[in-house]
C-alpha cells in the first residue's frame, strides 16, 4: 500500500498548491455549533449559532488530541465547551486547554489569533457570554458543543498556520517514514473518522511506522476527496444565497457568481428563487 499513500501525499501537495481547501498539517475537522467573536485584545464581541448548519471547520490540534478517546488531550484554540470553559465535573480539560495554549502564546507572540483568544478565555467565562445559545442547542449535551473562535480583523481563523509550522518543530524524530523514507515523528497512533465525522475507521494501525506528516497528507487528502470538498462547496453557496436574501448582494451580482461557479445551472437556481419569494 505505500505506493498509494504516496500518490496521495502527492495528491496533497498538489491540492494545496492549487489553493484547494484542504486541512492543513496539525489540524482536525469539527463541525461548529457555537461561533465566538473577539477582538484582538481578547474582547467578547459577539456569540452566534452558525448561520449555516453542519459547517465544518479546520481547527488546530496535536497528535494526542486527534486521536483522543479519554482523558486530557486538548484541541488549541476551539474545541468543545468543556475544554474552553471550566465547567463542573470538567476543571481538569480546562486547565489542561489554558496550559497549553498558555504555553504556546508565549513561545509564540506574534501569533495575534491565539493571542486573542488566549486572552479571552483565560480573563472571562465564556458561559456567561454564550448562555442563551447553549439554552437553544438541543440534542447535544452541553459540554460537548463545539466553540469556534473568530477574531474581528484577522482573515481564515479557524486554522491556524503559525501552529503548525511550531508544532512540526516540536515534535521530535524518532524514526524513519515507511512512506516518504525521511526521519520523522513516529505517532504511537493515529486518527479515526477519517471517511465521515462520526466514523470509526483507521487507515494507520500502530506500528505501521507511518510518520506524522505523510499520515496527515494522506489522511487529509481523503477527506477532501470524500466529504470535505463537498461540505465546502454546500457552506460557501448556503452562505450566498443567505447574503442574497439578506439583501448584502444583488441578484445579478448572485446568478453572475452562480454561472462562474455552476455554469448551467442558473435556470435552476432561478427556479429556486422564485419558489422561495412566492412563500
Known amino acids: 500500500m505505500a505506493w498509494a499513500w504516496e500518490e496521495l501525499v502527492r495528491l496533497y501537495d498538489k491540492l494545496k498548491a492549487g489553493g484547494k481547501p484542504v486541512c492543513p498539517i496539525a489540524h482536525t475537522y469539527i463541525t461548529a455549533h457555537i461561533a465566538v467573536l473577539i477582538d484582538k485584545d481578547g474582547n467578547f464581541l459577539a456569540a452566534m449559532d452558525p448561520e449555516v448548519k453542519g459547517e465544518l471547520v479546520a481547527v488546530p490540534c496535536t497528535a494526542e488530541s486527534e486521536t483522543r478517546t479519554s482523558g486530557a488531550a486538548p ?3 476551539s474545541d468543545q465547551l468543556q475544554y474552553v470553559a471550566e465547567l463542573k465535573g470538567h476543571e481538569k480539560l480546562h486547565k489542561e486547554y489554558i496550559k497549553q495554549l498558555a504555553n504556546y502564546v508565549s513561545k509564540n507572540p506574534s501569533d495575534a489569533y491565539a493571542y486573542a483568544v488566549c ?25 460537548k458543543l463545539n466553540v469556534v473562535f473568530g477574531v474581528y480583523g484577522i482573515n481564515d481563523t479557524g486554522s491556524d498556520l503559525q501552529w503548525t509550522e511550531y508544532y512540526l518543530n516540536t515534535l521530535p524524530k524518532n524514526g524513519i517514514c515507511s512512506v516518504t523514507g525521511v526521519k520523522d515523528y513516529i505517532p504511537s497512533a493515529y486518527p479515526a473518522c477519517i471517511m465521515s465525522q462520526s466514523g470509526k475507521e483507521k487507515l494507520f494501525m500502530s506500528g505501521s511506522q507511518v510518520g506524522y506528516i505523510a499520515s496527515q497528507k494522506v489522511i487529509h487528502a481523503l477527506q ?7 461540505n465546502a462547496e454546500r457552506i460557501e453557496a448556503e452562505y450566498k444565497l443567505h447574503d442574497l436574501f439578506d439583501g448584502k448582494i444583488s441578484e445579478p451580482d448572485f446568478l453572475q457568481w452562480v454561472s462562474n461557479k455552476y455554469s448551467g445551472a442558473e435556470d435552476g437556481i432561478m427556479q429556486i428563487l422564485i419558489a422561495k419569494e412566492q412563500e
Do not use: F, M, S
Not at 477532501?224 to 463537498?230: F, H
Open 75 to 77: 484541541h488549541l484554540i
Open 119 to 143: 486572552k479571552y478565555v483565560v480573563n472571562n467565562n465564556i458561559t456567561d457570554d454564550i448562555q442563551e445559545i447553549i439554552k437553544r442547542n438541543k440534542g447535544i449535551p452541553e459540554h
Open 224 to 230: 477532501y476527496l470524500v466529504y470535505a470538498a463537498k
